[in-house]
């Protein structure tokens, strides 16, 4: 890939983690404690799935759907 447009692409990503940090923190005052958990039992794990280098961003997004299924559709219903 050009360097530019690995460069851009890496800023781009950076200000978007930016952005949904400042939206979750937002609303987190509004959260239910149920819902609060079930937010944490995502992104922890996503994060200690992400932390290991060696494993490939594909393997770490289909671990943690597979985990979280149950957890997303719980929210969602």
Known sequence: MNSAISADL????????????HAVTARLP?????????YFA????????????????REVLQETMAEMAGVILQELG
């Open 10 to 21: 890496d800023q781009q990503i950076s200000m978007t983690q930016e952005r949904l940090v």
């Open 30 to 38: 509004a959260m239910s404690l149920a819902t609060k958990e079930r």
């Open 42 to 57: 995502v992104i922890s794990t996503l994060e200690a799935k992400l932390s290991d280098a060696e494993k490939p961003l």
